[in-house]
């Protein structure tokens, strides 16, 4: 604890990160500072050579490769390509190759392009057309001898098959003699790169979500919400435009919808909530993602229209809630190193059924992509357990966005249930489980 807390001192003090308090289910301050455009690449490239150096010579070793070869073209870049690349950098230049190859404790990071790359790579070839470069990949090859060469394909994980098929050909076709039988799939590595989470980014996250939550807040307002006016659709388009006016890049569109006494919601009901004018007593819902600094979110959170002269949501609804934060401590408290997705699952369900609750768990890594590969806790269609994801395990440093629901009678509506549809980024250190900008314990008001 006291070296993130040192880590986020010293990137707040270099521009990284702006560092704001939390309360629980709550964010102290709306004032949340967002890097221009030109700000961001030096502080997302002093952490890519963090994760360059510290992390990638253990992944490797882990993964059981010497060799690493990224290669891609402009229009089909590897899905891995630009968490490995510095900023700004917009795109593959032509046929684009990247080398990392293991020498015990490091890894030389090297490039066969037509236009060098720079830091932190070293140019390894420049110049020349694509038969040259091609050439120049095969003799650095020979030259480094590796014992095992990773490749991206896969069958199972698009984030780890980015290898088109014609550069495949290509690569085949330039292999030294006799290294045909050293190459293999760098799927687990892929994954591993993708799914661990660095010092500097744990230090950043919080920050990060937060500003999800800030938008959250603002728009879950009388400021952005009038009763009997405003529509569900016109916040969802505000969330958007906020993120549009601070630059804050969204995954998918804004999605709001309410629920009310009436309007259907059973045992058999996937998802409830419909779209429309938001009235007094109504419960909204939001879910929202942004990326920044090469960070993902996704967050889901709950308010309620006050009617006149209430203060707050009706009892029966504040119950809901607490049982909904209730099954987030049921599935955090299933994780442990080396569990798989489909472990935790198992293991969450049991304790709902123990407690009598509905819920549903469809939880997923995040980092550098909003569905992130890692462990597959579930998914809204899935509760018995999901092949190949499913059986992946949990590994430390790594964060997720706990995202599923439980439904609840709700007195005051007659015992109508209500969906409580819940999601925010968790951070699993290989022990211990935390949100890394708090989580939703209250409901927001619009009064």
Same mark, same amino acid.
């Given at each position: 604890?006291?070296?993130?807390?040192?880590?986020?001192?010293?990137?707040?003090?270099?521009?990284?990160?702006?560092?704001?308090?939390?309360?629980?289910?709550?964010?102290?301050?709306?004032?949340?500072?967002?890097?221009?455009?030109?700000?961001?690449?030096?502080?997302?490239?002093?952490?890519?050579?963090?994760?360059?150096?510290?992390?990638?010579?253990?992944?490797?070793?882990?993964?059981?490769?010497?060799?690493?070869?990224?290669?891609?073209?402009?229009?089909?870049?590897?899905?891995?390509?630009?968490?490995?690349?510095?900023?700004?950098?917009?795109?593959?230049?032509?046929?684009?190759?990247?080398?990392?190859?293991?020498?015990?404790?490091?890894?030389?990071?090297?490039?066969?392009?037509?236009?060098?790359?720079?830091?932190?790579?070293?140019?390894?070839?420049s110049g020349g057309n694509l038969d040259e470069?091609?050439?120049?990949?095969?003799?650095?090859?020979?030259?480094?001898?590796?014992?095992?060469?990773?490749?991206?394909?896969?069958?199972?994980?698009?984030?780890?098959?980015?290898?088109?098929?014609?550069?495949?050909?290509?690569?085949?076709?330039?292999? &030294?003699?006799?290294?045909?039988?050293?190459?293999?799939?760098?799927?687990?590595?892929?994954?591993?790169?993708?799914?661990?989470?660095?010092?500097?980014?744990?230090?950043?996250?919080?920050?990060?979500?937060?500003?999800?939550?800030?938008?959250?807040?603002e728009a879950f307002s009388s400021r952005v919400?009038?009763?009997?006016?405003?529509?569900?659709?016109?916040?969802?388009?505000?969330?958007?435009?906020?993120?549009?006016?601070?630059?804050?890049?969204?995954?998918?569109?804004?999605?709001?919808?309410?629920?009310?006494?009436?309007?259907?919601?059973?045992?058999?009901?996937?998802?409830c909530g419909v779209e429309g004018v938001i009235?007094?007593?109504?419960?909204?819902?939001?879910?929202?993602?942004?990326?920044?600094?090469?960070?993902?979110?996704?967050?889901?959170?709950?308010?309620?229209?006050?009617?006149?002269?209430?203060?707050?949501?009706?009892?029966?609804?504040?119950?809901?809630?607490?049982?909904?934060?209730?099954?987030?401590?049921?599935?955090?408290?299933?994780?442990?190193?080396?569990?798989?997705?489909?472990?935790?699952?198992?293991?969450?369900?049991?304790?709902?059924?123990?407690?009598?609750?509905?819920?549903?768990?469809?939880?997923?890594?995040?980092?550098?992509?909003?569905?992130?590969?890692?462990?597959?806790?579930?998914?809204?269609?899935?509760?018995?357990?999901?092949?190949?994801?499913?059986?992946?395990?949990?590994? &430390?440093?790594?964060?997720?966005?706990?995202?599923?629901?439980?439904?609840?009678?709700?007195?005051?509506?007659?015992?109508?249930?209500?969906?409580?549809?819940?999601?925010?980024?968790?951070?699993?250190?290989?022990?211990?489980?935390?949100?890394?900008?708090?989580?939703?314990?209250?409901?927001?008001?619009?009064?």
């Open positions: 604890m006291l070296r993130t807390l040192l880590i986020l001192l010293l990137l707040s003090q270099v521009g990284l990160v702006s560092a704001q308090p939390f309360e629980q289910g709550r964010i102290v301050s709306d004032d949340r500072a967002v890097l221009s455009l030109r700000d961001r690449p030096a502080a997302e490239n002093r952490v890519l050579t963090e994760r360059l150096d510290i992390l990638l010579p253990g992944l490797m070793e882990e993964a059981g490769i010497d060799m690493w070869l990224v290669i891609a073209r402009e229009y089909a870049e590897d899905p891995v390509y630009f968490s490995l690349v510095p900023q700004p950098t917009f795109a593959a230049r032509r046929t684009t190759m990247l080398i990392f190859n293991r020498t015990g404790d490091t890894v030389e990071r090297l490039t066969v392009n037509r236009y060098p790359m720079g830091d932190p790579y070293e140019s390894a070839w470069q091609w050439q120049a990949l095969g003799e650095l090859i020979k030259e480094k001898n590796p014992g095992t060469i990773g490749i991206n394909v896969s069958r199972h994980w698009p984030v780890a098959d980015g290898l088109t098929h014609g550069l495949h050909e290509r690569l085949v076709e330039v292999l &030294p003699a006799g290294f045909e039988s050293r190459v293999k799939s760098a799927e687990e590595l892929v994954i591993r790169w993708v799914e661990t989470r660095s010092a500097p980014e744990v230090a950043a996250y919080g920050h990060i979500v937060g500003l999800a939550r800030q938008v959250i807040g919400i009038t009763p009997g006016v405003t529509t569900t659709d016109d916040v969802a388009w505000y969330i958007r435009q906020r993120f549009a006016d601070l630059n804050l890049p969204a995954w998918f569109m804004p999605y709001v919808n309410l629920q009310r006494p009436g309007e259907e919601c059973t045992d058999k009901t996937d998802f009235l007094p007593g109504d419960v909204l819902h939001t879910d929202v993602g942004i990326c920044y600094l090469k960070l993902c979110t996704d967050t889901q959170e709950m308010a309620y229209v006050a009617r006149l002269g209430e203060e707050g949501p009706p009892a029966g609804l504040q119950r809901a809630l607490a049982v909904g934060n209730q099954w987030q401590d049921d599935l955090t408290g299933a994780f442990s190193a080396g569990a798989t997705g489909n472990d935790i699952l198992a293991k969450t369900r049991r304790q709902s059924e123990a407690r009598n609750v509905q819920s549903s768990t469809y939880t997923h890594p995040i980092g550098f992509y909003g569905h992130a590969p890692g462990p597959t806790i579930g998914m809204w269609d899935n509760q018995d357990g999901i092949p190949i994801g499913g059986d992946w395990q949990l590994h &430390p440093m790594t964060a997720y966005a706990i995202e599923g629901n439980v439904k609840v009678p709700v007195p005051e509506w007659g015992n109508q249930l209500v969906q409580v549809k819940l999601e925010q980024t968790a951070l699993f250190d290989g022990e211990d489980v935390t949100y890394v900008a708090g989580r939703q314990t209250e409901w927001h008001i619009i009064r």
